[in-house]
């Protein structure tokens, strides 16, 4: 072989977008650490540390708590086709384009899809919430904890409430709140809920925690319907639990990864890790008013991993994002579907959610968009 | 942050099973680069090189050729689901426990499962494969090129052909083949192949590299079937195509480090590359059978990838794997299914298919023989 360097010469990018956002140097790090084989002892120390942790970051005491082998939309996929039997009634609460996926996938596994909707960036009153479960008596509830299309922060306790009243199981997208906020999984009484890792857990991304309730797998022994064997909850928990039976070769460096991305997150503790999530999101709102611009999301629902400004009338937002990214390396994203020109989104995301980040992304986008003559 | 040390301290193994396999240097330090987005035009070259390698790896023209976020396993359920649906005739030449797979796979879809087995280790004829193929006139048929539970390497050209014959579409399951033996798919005439990263390519476990013939890409546009979403070739393919529309987040650094395990097979060159897992094959099996130990499989079908010698009578394998592991940090494998105990498992595959491996596992397995009391 002639050469020792790398090809990989990836360029430099401060990914301040929704997802995925900047990786420690440790996690660099532990990706570079020597593979061990599927069956390993060692790999079961990591999962079992990864359990643990992700309780912790959760809220939960939930044993069946594990990690997809796959992206968060597959940790989206594994929650629906393990809980959704086909025909079974299958609410969504829809706000944004995750909630869109999730009715989605209940449509390819086959559900009677009872669909609900509010504009894109407003979120579900406990009122409107219960009146649709009761009124609608679904099997299985799916809300978006965290939308990361809207910037919207989806209170979960008066979906999970009315839904446990009809006995119907509740599923949480916690992709872009889990280790940037608080969730408090049992205590909203949610039965199954995944994320992603590349977003406030600050991991590459790759992997899709899940976790279930004790209700949710006592439900899953009772039942019997055929699902997509990657993605069979039961398969799973064999292999990563005490019976430790081959199902598929993980890939062992994210989940190297994931332990990491942990550690750090325990290390600097989960109160000071939401603090500093919390203040680096006022910082940037502070900012982004004093730059005129107004939120899609109204102040008690806005996410703190996501910031949603508006495109001031006049600015082409992805000229400006183009600017941003050629004259400061800055990564942003804009608005998907509807919204599509509309806002832009900024992440303030695990390692990526510093006081100078927040300057910084501030700084490029008041310059990007004086470029195009705006003015406060 | 108290730390800035890693957490992740995984103990020496020498990977010399049947996969995961060992990694090259400059792998793992790709796997360390700086992540960039899901729609960065830097991944999106990633992608096209990988595109072009795998083609070469695979013998084929294949335009439709990308890699799924998941492992091996997902590759297979990929290639089932959006190529069987419901109800549709589909048959399996099962002689390992990947066909098995395979038709666990198809009975989840709704597929009419047309099984047909050999002894573990053997291979189907021409004959044979034509034949059933005559009888029972499937819709689809997939093979396993290469069935890793039990080292046996099945030609796959008269199944093709039989299939093409009457309108059906071959799968072939290439995990333990691709870049450690010739596949030369499209002259085997096989419409979809799938394979896994982490053994004879010599990249960490977790992508599925898949590709799909002309003739399969416009069954697939003719014919709508629900497909679970993650697994959507169509949807994949808008994102890994000229389309670049989002899907998914894929898991930027498993994309670098096979990028980076296919720059390193086209600077060795492939047929330099075959040509060494050969010579490494013939190596060991000379030292096997000098050890008195006789090989499951007949020479002509032999994988080159993954030797397996029979157990000899009155030794536990499990406590001489054991052994290897504890004295020399040797990692084999043992049998699955109806071979556990009855074979062990050797594998020679990308980085780690060597003349210096060949000779520590045949020393350590010769060892861990004589502490049972062995003597060829």
Redesign the interface.
Known sequence: ?????????????L?L?P??SP?H??I???????????L?P?LFE?FSDIRRLLQSCWGTQNEFTFVI??????GM?TAV?NFVAPGARFAVFVNGIFGE?LC??G????ARLLRVAKPWGQVFSDEEAAGFIQRERPDVVAFVNAETSTGAWQDGRAIARAASEIGALTIADCVTSLGGMPINLDAMGVDIAYS?T?KALGA????APITCSPRAVEWLRAHES??????DLKLLADYYGPARR?????????F??L??AL??IE??GLENRFARHKANHEACVAGLEKLGLSLLVDKPHRLWTVATPRVPAGIDDALARRSMSEHHGI?IAGG?GSLAGQIFRLGNMGYGSSAENVKLVLGALAEALREQGYTA
């Open positions: 072989m002639a050469s020792s360097a790398t090809v990989i010469h990836p360029p430099t990018r990914l977008g997802g995925p990786i140097p440790r660099y790090a532990a990706l570079g650490q020597p593979i061990v084989g599927h390993d060692y990591i082998p796959g992206t968060g939309t597959a996929e086709v996926r989605e996938i449509r390819r596994r086959g992603g590349q590459p991304p790759g992997l055929a699902v997509p064997y990657y993605f081959y199902h598929h070769t993980p890939p062992v460096p994210m190297y990864a332990r990491e550690a750090i290390e600097e990564e998907l």
